[in-house]
């Protein structure tokens, strides 16, 4: 069974930084794109960052972009999202994702991921 399960959310201000992870079991996980996606009350799921199986290739959405730093340590089957400069617009649920088959490509889309976790909340404060 696959799971995985995020932590490092919380409460910060403005201009803090924090570290998400999400640790996974259950998949091979080193050949797995791995993926960040957010949501915010009201809003539809959005894709934050995506990582290749060896961290060769990486994306972000533009508004994470310069600010988020996504990596990935398959030893210990972590991905982890490191979030600085924060926003009160990052304040979402924030869910590690994982797609089904080995790939080497990265993936924006919801669709494109059948394995994820159950969030962490990260609020930010002006």
């Known amino acids: 069974q696959v799971q995985l399960v995020e932590s490092g959310g919380g409460l910060v201000q403005a201009g803090d930084s924090l570290r998400l992870s999400c640790e996974a079991s259950?998949?091979?996980?080193?050949?797995?794109?791995m993926g960040w996606f957010r949501q915010a009350p009201g809003k539809e799921r959005e894709f934050v960052a995506t990582?290749?199986?060896?961290?060769?290739?990486?994306d972000y959405a533009d508004s994470v972009k310069g600010r988020f730093t996504i990596s990935r340590d398959n030893a210990k089957k972590t991905v982890y999202l490191q979030m600085n400069s924060l926003k009160p617009e990052d304040t979402a649920l924030y869910f590690c994702?994982?797609?089904?088959?080995?790939?080497?490509?990265?993936?924006?889309?919801?669709?494109?991921?059948?394995?994820w976790g159950q969030g962490t909340q990260v609020t930010v404060s002006s």
């Open positions: 994702a994982a797609v089904a088959l080995s790939s080497s490509k990265t993936y924006s889309t919801v669709a494109s991921y059948k394995y």
């Open positions: 259950g998949i091979t996980f080193s050949f797995n794109t």
């Open positions: 990582i290749t199986w060896n961290g060769g290739s990486t």
